[in-house]
């Protein structure tokens, strides 16, 4: 299982973007349409509930009704079995009476069933039975009943002890007779009199069904487990083995003559007697059936049409970004003039379009660094030409300097050769590419050799002072940032003034830090504005400016050059270096004004 969960995810990863919208939107498709179809299921279900429910109490209700009109009818059977002049005119025929008073008797018994007969509206006619078997009837339709089956009911009521028993004729529908033994009460000696039969008229029972389904056809019959003895509606060539009522009381849904029908039953422990209640099915659930196909076509219309927007949406988005791939692999070959091909002309505001203007400016910005860069490799080959080219000049200008200084130590004049000295080696650090970052010992030297020329200028005007402790000797600062310091210093401190000038230069560690501290007694000045816009426009174009640019670029905008001045009171530059001097960019080579 989870190597198939973990093969389709797989298959799933390296699809293509538009077919995993595919699969996604068709998947919540599928997902939603089973969960709907559950949830009409269980409607559908709950509806069919609902009217076994409905039909199980109309049934409930009609079999009550019916079978309260039968207790009636019970009731006035046992009234009218133990009515005293019944009982006396039926005790004088058990002696030989006169045929006149037999006649009397008849007369007197029919009038007095006529009296009760109309008592009871489902009573459609009652009769008695003397021992004789002699029959005295009143009511509507005393000849419904052939001779033959009144007698044989007769018979099978003379065997019972007197209780009350409902009979149902085979062949006659909506027939129902309710027999009774008629026995003595005089003395209560009990002896038989004869027997009671009333024909019950079970279509009046049809006016006091409900009518809850409006205009289906629906029927009410009742079995008795052998026959069906009473039926709403005519039923022909019907199979009780259709009817097992095994519980007290449910529901199923049953092929009748080639049409099915939904039928409720119910069992009577009363009369053991099972009620009927049968709706043609077809009718019944037409709305239902229709809805369900309705609803099938629905989802299925809705499915299509899902997958074809799924198709449309996923097309409209994975194209655009297709089209950027097709871009960017003209631009991985180089092609960068079949790139216009592939953006369209009006370009959406999602991020698509965001896309394809990023896109398109890195292009741009690509094709202008190709062709700066161009440009450069062009000029560095021609700055290297020149560099060739310019090396000759120095090489000479050292031979002539080595050759002043050899003349001026052949005529002792050492001042002169330690002044040449001086320039020679001044000259060789700053055309040298070797080295960006320099120990500060280095710097120093480099210092001191220029401070050498100078004194020569200024003579006992210039005191310079150097105040660096041996351990930041070791210290990376990058090259040409001190000496500029002091040119600075004796050019705008020294200069202006007659008497003598005092320069220090310092360097300590302190937080973390490394600071370079040139600071002068000279006349001071406004600021560092001033002293940038003073240098920039003078001198050998190392100024401030380049300095701290330098000093930035290798080590951060943490670091850098900060200036105080006071005018009278002289002017300090402080630099501010790492400790360790480690480069923040990697840039090599050197810096020129």
């Known amino acids: 299982m989870n190597q198939m969960v973990s093969n389709i995810c797989q298959w799933y990863y390296h699809l293509k973007i538009k077919h995993k919208l595919i699969f996604v939107i068709l998947v919540i498709m599928v997902t939603f349409l089973f969960f ?30 019916f079978e309260e009109e039968l207790q009636k009818i019970e009731e006035f059977s046992f009234r009218l079995s133990t009515d005293s002049e019944i009982q006396s005119l039926l005790a004088k025929l058990k002696t030989s009476v006169p045929i ?75 027939v129902l007779v309710s027999a009774r033994k008629i026995r003595s009460y005089k003395n209560l000696n009990l002896e038989p009199l004869g027997t009671l039969l009333i024909k019950i008229d079970l279509d009046h029972f049809v006016e006091k069904l409900p009518e809850d389904w409006g205009e289906n056809e629906r029927n009410i019959f009742i079995t008795d487990g052998t026959n069906v003895f009473f039926s709403e509606q005519p039923m022909k060539q ?18 009748i003559n080639h049409k099915r029908y939904f ?35 629905l989802f299925f219309v809705l499915f299509v049409t899902m997958a074809g927007f799924a198709v449309y949406f996923s097309k409209m988005v994975t194209d655009p970004i297709e089209r950027l791939a097709g871009a960017m692999k003209q631009v991985q070959k180089g092609n960068f003039q079949t790139v216009d091909k592939f953006v369209p002309l009006e370009l959406p505001k999602d991020e698509v379009g965001e896309l394809y203007r990023d896109f398109t400016r890195m292009i741009q910005e690509i094709q202008r660094l190709i062709k700066e860069n161009y440009e450069k490799q062009l000029l560095i080959k021609e700055t290297e030409m020149k560099a060739l080219q ?17 003349m001026a130590k052949a005529n002792q004049q050492h001042s002169i050769s330690n002044m040449v000295e001086s320039l020679g080696f001044l000259l060789r650090n700053s055309i040298s590419m070797k ?38 000797r070791q210290f990376k600062i990058p090259k040409f940032t001190i000496q500029p310091l002091i040119e600075n210093a004796i050019k705008y401190a020294l200069e202006p003034k007659i008497g003598p000038c005092q320069i220090i230069l310092q360097a300590f560690e302190k937080d973390g830090d490394f600071y370079v501290v040139v600071k002068d007694n000279g006349p001071g000045m406004d600021g560092l504005s001033t002293v940038r816009h003073v240098h920039e426009g003078k001198g050998n174009g190392i100024g401030i400016n380049n300095i701290e640019q330098r000093i930035k670029l290798f080590f951060g905008s943490d670091y850098g050059i900060m200036i105080q001045s006071q005018t009278g009171k002289g002017t300090k530059v402080i630099v501010r270096l790492p400790v360790h001097g480690e480069v923040k960019n990697h840039v090599q080579g050197s810096f020129g004004g």
Not at 117 to 137: C, M, P, R, T, W
Not at 140 to 151: H, W
Not at 390 to 406: A, D, G, K, V
């Open 36 to 65: 709907v179809f559950l949830g009409l299921n269980y409607v559908f279900n709950v509806y069919d509930e609902q009217i076994y429910r409905k039909s199980s109490q109309i049934l409930f209700m009609s079999s009550k009704g």
């Open 100 to 174: 006149y008073e037999k006649h009397l008797i008849y007369q007197m018994m029919i009038d007095r069933l006529i009296q009760y007969s109309g008592d009871e509206q489902y009573i459609q006619s009652v009769h008695i039975f003397d021992l004789n078997e002699k029959e005295y009837a009143a009511g509507g339709n005393t000849s419904s009943i052939p001779k033959n089956e009144k007698l044989k009911i007769v018979k099978e009521t003379a065997e019972t002890s007197g209780e009350n028993h409902w009979i149902t004729l085979q062949n006659q529908n909506n």
């Open 238 to 255: 019907l199979d009780l083995k259709l009817f097992p009522a095994k519980n007290g009381q449910g529901y199923k849904i049953e092929k």
């Open 263 to 297: 039928v409720t039953y119910f069992h009577s422990p009363y009369t053991n007697w099972t009620y009927w209640y049968m709706i043609p099915y077809n009718e019944l659930f037409i709305r239902v059936r229709l809805i369900r196909y309705f609803l099938v076509v």
């Open 390 to 406: 310019s090396q000759i000049n120095p090489h000479f200008l050292y031979n002539t300097l080595e050759s002043i200084n050899w």
């Open 435 to 472: 080295e960006s970052l320099i120990t500060i010992e280095k710097e120093l030297e480099v210092v001191r050799h220029y401070i050498r020329i100078q004194k020569f200028r200024f003579e006992e005007r210039l005191d310079f002072r150097i105040e660096v402790p041996d351990e930041v």
